[in-house]
Each structure stands twice: as C-alpha cells, then as structure tokens.
C-alpha cells in the first residue's frame, strides 16, 4: 500500500514538474518571439523617409570694380531666375534602441537628425558686364553661397520640416502600435510614449 502511495506522488510529481517545464518553455518561446517580431518591426521601419520641396526666388546681383582712385566705377549685374528642389530625409536606419526582455521595454536611443538637400537651378538674364569686369567663377560661387542662404530661410518658414517630421512619426508610430499590442512598453528622452503625440523631437 505504501509502495503504491510512494509511486502515485512519485508520478504527480513528475507530471507537475513535466507541466511547469513545458509552461516555462511556452513563456521563454513567447518572449523569444515577441522580441523578434519587435526587431523584425524596427527593421521594417529602418528606411530612408523623405519629403520633397520646391522653391523659387528671383535675384538681383551686382558688382562694382572702381579704377583711377576710385574716379571710374565699372559695374556687372545679373537677374537671376532661381527654382530649387528641397529634400528633407531621415535614413532610420541608423535609429539606436535596446531592448530590455525582462522588463518588455524597447527604449529608443537616437534618432537620426534630419538631412536638408538643397538642389538650386540658376537660370541668369539681364546680364550686363564688360572688359573691366566680367563674370567670373567667384561670383557664381557668391551667387550660389546667396542662393542656398536664402532658400535655407525659406525652409525654416516653411512647413516643410514640420511635413517631414510628421511623416518620421508617422513611421515611428508603427513600433508604438505593436509594442502596445503586445503589452510593451516604449521609451524615448525618459518618457513613456503612449501616443504619437508623446514623440517628441
């Protein structure tokens, strides 16, 4: 009878044991796969978002050579016609996170800064120059230096920028959705994000 006890407990015990290890099992392989598909996610969202600009302006340039003690002025100027194509891009490919299994949090480290291109075409009327004071690559180098300065603070007043930004959330918006579907937590600057609105950057 007690040999019979003694196998009874000895078989329960080897069943509960059996059933906390598959149970075990089962958690570890979730976390493995969350964590994976969380990755895979990231991976997903680490690609190049651009926003693209078109800009105009219209410049006047001039340039005076005096000779003879300053008595002679001998002046060169050009209407400029300029039309620019702007990109504003974030490669998200270089996002730094961690994630932190134990404690089912992906918090992000960096976020790329944004890169400004800015491709101008001149197209120049009106020119008027002579012998004395021709055109010369300084001055298209001037006219180009102008040119970027002054697109540079058209972009800032424009919503382009913040167009771009939108979009990047946007993306980013794609690691919350599935961090908060699985019970994750996401972290940027100290802060737990819940919503886009919490990215701030």
């Not at 504003?88 to 270089?94: E, G, N």
Request: aromatic content about 8%; hydrophobic content about 40%.
């Amino acid at each position: 009878m007690l040999r019979k006890i003694i196998i009874v407990i000895a078989v329960a015990a080897l069943i509960f044991l059996a059933f906390r290890y598959c149970e075990f099992k089962k958690d570890n392989t979730t976390e493995i796969e969350e964590t994976a598909l969380i990755q895979e996610q990231i991976r997903n969202v680490g690609k190049l978002v651009v926003t693209e600009g078109h800009f105009s302006e219209v410049l006047t340039y001039k340039d005076q050579q005096k000779y003879f003690l300053d008595m002679i002025s001998v002046e060169k100027k050009a209407l400029v016609i300029v039309n620019a194509d702007v990109t504003v891009s974030y490669d998200l490919s270089q996002i730094q996170y961690d994630i932190d299994e134990p404690n089912k949090t992906i918090t992000i480290k960096n976020i790329p800064k944004e890169e400004i291109k800015i491709s101008p075409d001149l197209k120049f009327y009106d020119v008027k120059q002579n012998g004395f004071n021709e055109f010369t690559g300084d001055d298209y180098n001037k006219i180009n230096a102008t040119v970027k300065k002054n697109l540079a603070k058209k972009i800032e007043k424009s919503t382009l920028k913040n167009n771009a930004q939108n979009r990047l959330i946007s993306e980013l918006s794609k690691i919350l959705i599935l961090t908060n579907t699985m019970g994750w937590k996401l972290e940027y600057n100290g802060n737990v994000i819940t919503k886009d609105l919490d990215i701030k950057l």
